[in-house]
Nanobody, 119 residues
Framework: QVHVVESGGGLVQAGGSLRLSCVAS????????MGWYRQAPGKQRELVAG???????NYADSVKGRFTISRDNAKNTVYLQMNSLKPEDTAVYYC?????????????WGQGTQVTVSS
């Protein structure tokens, strides 16, 4: 059974920083595409940042230059370093582990971690 567990959320003032971590209990973590998503109250879940199994990275326009995603395959962990936080970054942040094998795709989600940025 796959478990995805996020940590590192909390309350921070605008302009501050947080580092989120996500550990996925999967075999062959290195072949998973990993992503951070967020969902604010009343809004749809959106992709914040993704890092593929090959190391390709993409960011939402709203976080470019402020957030950095990275992964440590030896630790089955993906990180999201969030700097210059803004109140609009307030949301529940979810980690996603995606396994793509040919035409088959499987998504595994964590329970989410709350990030609150005060103005």
């Amino acid at each position: 059974q796959v478990h995805v567990v996020e940590s590192g959320g909390g309350l921070v003032q605008a302009g501050g920083s947080l580092r989120l971590s996500c550990v996925a209990s999967v075999n062959l973590f290195s072949i998973y595409d990993m992503g951070w998503y967020r969902q604010a109250p009343g809004k749809q879940r959106e992709l914040v940042a993704g890092i593929s199994r090959t190391g390709s990275i993409n960011y939402a326009d709203s976080v470019k230059g402020r957030f950095t995603i990275s992964r440590d395959n030896a630790k089955n962990t993906v990180y999201l370093q969030m700097n210059s936080l803004k109140p609009e970054d307030t949301a529940v942040y979810y980690c996603n582990a995606r396994l793509v094998l040919g035409a088959t795709m499987r998504d595994y989600w964590g329970q989410g971690t709350q990030v609150t940025v005060s103005s």
